[in-house]
């Protein structure tokens, strides 16, 4: 079958194997699947990954699993836990101790024709939500584990530093729990788009952004940048008392003010995967629009161009179909 | 007056001013003053203080005041809050917006004959209390500002990184909470205090300390190094979904695995002055031994030999006598 695979090179392949599956995994059809950061991070080499990339689907069963028929359209969270250690003993298998990721580690990823994941993993798709929609679940969900773990009262003043394809849905997750909102935008499409969602902004291109802002002024701060300069802004622009909040990886071991931390006694807290179920109920009760933030739409067959093109500066998401 | 003055040069001087009070302040005679690491860290341009040193006192009152008698034993809180900004109004007068702060920041400090204080920061000490415990109360404060910002259950697993002066006060107050505690030391007076105190540590001077603590095992970390080390190793011990207590300042700007923080979805929580009353009541119920952490006493005409030997390694508490 095609597919999108790395072995230190991107390579589209048209003999990959079929997926062979273990007893409590399904065989999914892709239907839409989506380029994440991730997934180019992944080809400079983070995590020594090997197989077909992808973790961002909506697909559909290929045989019948217990409470889903086939043809039910499905999508699913990337860890594949233990269901054995302590944290999957505690409800919380997205930390699993013995986890494999889907594209991500040590687990063949969705940017091909088929591919497997365990049916627990799985959630079916409402028929108001569209593939196009629907293959936002996961980066969706990424967002909503912000307010997961960093609770965010709606009186609070909220900073999210970055307008990325993460940035963007963290913006419109947290609009909604009526918080005072700013993003932190430099780019043209990101911006147009906080404008037409009626979202703050301040533009990163001017030099007093940080004052427009004001310094030491926000409860929680999102750092959506990936990058050193990224924490650095938000050490300033947070209060003391106040929640940074680290959405993304970063490439490089930055350097941090940790005295500052230690002293305006602010949380730093690291932020994942997130939840499924209330990532589908926000699309379908359509809160959130992810139609804009479509850039463009590959054939697998072009998958290596689709690359390239979600490589470059400001844009937002490329999907892939098979 | 006598006291030890910085400009950039620590000198002992006799010809200091006596200190002007300002309405709400009250004018306190030295009985005793403790020697911290951010003492010795102003005098390697911390801060950028010019004035005399020093934070940690207990003294007497030289007039009456309100309430307060003259000849009252006090101690005192070392951030002078402007008692009108946001953090003042929220009750929150540590993390002022308009704080001046005891021989650390603009304005003078207790290593001196006498030295000031509004009287709204000051605690009388219980007659049960002695001096050379009362000393202790701002660090032991200090410590006690862990459980005040990141709560730690009796069934956690506890790390201390670092055992010297605030280490072993953190882990003394730790110890209280019934946790499963364990503090990483390396110099020989704090470990014979942990035998003493029965308190598990690891001595980091093992090369497999790491693994005899076990990785990724602790809930809860406290670095009380002070550097780069300090937080590295906390990241490799704490859990997913673990916290990080950052409890002292970092003399450069460290290297920080902000990646593992994410993946891993840790809480790092800076930390700094805690609550006095707290601190005074486990002294006056002697939950907690200072007295085998003094390391010498001098007089304030010795204190710069005083400031040599805290500056040793491995030195727990100097003190200062009038």
Known sequence: M???????????????????LRADEALIGLRLAGICHTDLELTRGYMGFTGVLGHEFVG?????????????????????????????????????????????????????????LPVRNLYAVPETVSDEAAVFVEPLAAALQI????????????VVIGAGK?????????????CELIVVARQVRPISLL?????????????????????KSAHVV???????????HALEVVRPRGTIVLKSTYSSLPSANLTRVVVDEVKVIGSRCGPFGAAIRLLENKLVDVDSMIEAVYPLADSLAAFDHASSSGVLKVLLHP
Do not use: M
């Open 2 to 20: 095609r597919g999108l695979y790395f072995d230190g090179a991107l390579q589209l392949r048209h003999d990959l194997p079929e997926p062979q």
């Open 60 to 116: 559909e069963l290929l045989t019948d699993h217990g409470s889903f028929a086939a043809g039910t359209r499905v999508v699913g969270e990337i860890n594949v836990a233990c269901g054995v250690c302590d944290f999957c003993g505690a409800d919380v298998p997205s930390q699993c101790r013995n986890r494999v990721t889907l594209g991500i580690d040590r687990y063949d990823g969705v940017f091909a024709e088929r591919f497997r």
């Open 147 to 158: 307010p997961a773990l960093a609770p965010i009262s709606p009186s609070e003043r909220v």
């Open 166 to 178: 993460l940035g963007l849905l963290v913006a419109q997750v947290l609009r909604l729990l009526g």
């Open 195 to 215: 404008e037409k969602w009626r979202i703050s902004y301040v533009d990163a291109r001017r030099t007093d952004w940080l004052d427009r802002i004001g310094r």
């Open 222 to 232: 999102v750092d959506c940048t990936g990058n050193a300069e990224g924490f650095a």
